[in-house]
T-cell receptor, first 115, second 111 residues
């Protein structure tokens, strides 16, 4: 089955700790995205990548880092610099970023809680 | 900055009713998306529109570019339609890959 997976489903972070959220897709999509969702707010873009070895900052990139070494994988690291990391994190992918290729397919999400 | 406003914020309907959810935006766009978020958090893309109207099953999405407005209609609503419906737009000339999302409309359909 083709799809996009995220792990873990729940993640707990201690103060000052970096944590990495996994996102994998087997849809052969070029573009991948990371979003953050907070209660009562719309999704906000953290980072996106249009192609392997390239990525761009979104609206709220501070305190986060990503890599895109493989087409299938786009891990997100929440660093200790992110002071308010508690949120629901969603990964998505699409064939491209414009035109008929931009429909996004979402993973099930990871809930990050700070201890 | 483009603002995406959805109305209503919350909507309760009886099974079988016709549902309309509205989305307004403030600047020119190249595409508008409707998405559905299930109670567990998973999100599914329903439609991508740049003009006119699209239909899939009981769902219909329309867009009026001149009025900067889109509607999502659900005919013969069913409890399984209960979800948060999200509108998102891509600004014309905006950053590739960057959608602007509304806060969503929470729909509850009672049996």
């Amino acid at each position: 089955d083709g799809g996009i997976t995220q792990s873990p489903k729940y993640l707990f972070r201690k103060e000052g700790q970096n944590v990495t959220l996994s996102c994998e897709q087997n849809l052969n999509h070029d573009a991948m995205y990371w979003y953050r969702q907070d209660p009562g707010q719309g999704l906000r873009l953290i980072y996106y990548s249009q192609i392997v070895n390239d990525f761009q900052k979104g609206d709220i990139a501070e305190g986060y880092s990503v890599s895109r070494e493989k087409k299938e994988s786009f891990p997100l690291t929440v660093t200790s610099a992110q002071k308010n990391p508690t949120a629901f994190y969603l990964c998505a992918s699409s064939m491209g970023v414009a035109g008929g290729r931009e429909t996004q397919y979402f993973g099930p999400g990871t809930r990050l809680l700070v201890l | 900055k483009n603002e995406v406003e959805q109305s209503p914020q919350n909507l309760t309907a009886q099974e079988g009713e016709f549902i309309t959810i509205n989305c307004s935006y403030s600047v020119g766009i190249s595409a508008l998306h409707w998405l559905q978020q299930h109670p567990g958090g998973g999100i599914v893309s329903l439609f991508m529109l740049s003009s006119g109207k699209k239909k899939h099953g009981r769902l219909i999405a329309t867009i009026n570019i001149q009025e900067k407005h889109s509607s999502l209609h659900i005919t013969a609503s069913h409890p399984r339609d209960s979800a948060v419906y999200i509108c998102a737009v891509r600004e014309r000339g905006g950053s590739q890959g960057n959608l602007i999302f509304g806060k969503g409309t929470k729909l509850s359909v009672k049996p």
